[in-house]
Each structure stands twice: as C-alpha cells, then as structure tokens.
C-alpha cells in the first residue's frame, strides 16, 4: 500500500477537541454527517480547504470528540468559519457543550517527503 502523509508541510491543522450533552453521542453523530456531507456546508466549498476533515470518536467516551481537517493557513479556515455562521446554525452544535467546535490551530513544519514513503 502506497502511504501519504496525513498532512503536507506549511499547511495548517485544525484541531477542534471538544464534548457533547451526556449521552448525545450517537445523535450528534447522526447530525454532524446530514449537516457534512449536504450542500449547506460551505467550507468544503472553499479552495484553501487542503484535505476534508474527520470526526474521530473516543472509544472509552462516546461523548467525547475530535474534529481535525487540512487547510491551506488558519485565515482561511477561520473566515470560513464566519461564512457558516452567515447560514444558519446547523443542528449538531447545539449537542456540544458549550456551542462551538473552538478550533486550535497547528502549523505542520514536518511530514514525510513522497520519496521516502515508498520504502
């Protein structure tokens, strides 16, 4: 299998680690991929969008999250941010204590060359 890295160099990471209402795991699941995967979501709309982003789920606490994604700087993804919030609030937020992802953001300064991921 022919490997890539989960990240390229001088891009940015955002890292959103956040928890749901007790017991609102499963639901906010099923909320998050309607709202995703539907033409509301305006940040897969936007070119400085390097690679989707993934919601992981911890398997000792079904309330408990990770959101990450690729983009190009920390600008971008924040004014993409600001546009979402121009359309509405989407559904799944409400299950998230507090009300917002509250992204951090990483700068990736190292990740495998494609030459060296092949061996």
């Known amino acids: 299998m022919t490997m890539i890295p989960l990240a390229s160099e001088g891009n ?3 890292i959103s680690d956040f928890r749901v209402k007790p017991g609102t795991g499963d639901e906010f699941v099923v909320l998050f ?27 000792n606490d079904p309330d408990h999250f990770v959101l990450v994604g690729e983009w190009q700087t920390r600008e971008a993804h924040a004014a993409a941010l600001q546009q979402l919030g ?9 299950l ?20 060296h991921l092949g061996k």
């Not at 992802?101 to 495998?112: E, H, I, N, R, S």
């Open 12 to 14: 940015t990471l955002f």
């Open 33 to 59: 991929r309607e709202f995703d995967y539907s033409d509301a979501n305006v940040m897969h709309q936007d070119a400085a969008q390097v690679k989707d982003g993934v919601l992981c789920r911890d398997p």
């Open 86 to 94: 121009k359309h509405g609030t989407p559904k799944f937020l409400s």
């Open 96 to 115: 998230i204590q507090g009300g917002r992802l509250g992204p951090k953001y990483f700068d990736v300064v190292a990740a495998t060359p494609p030459e």
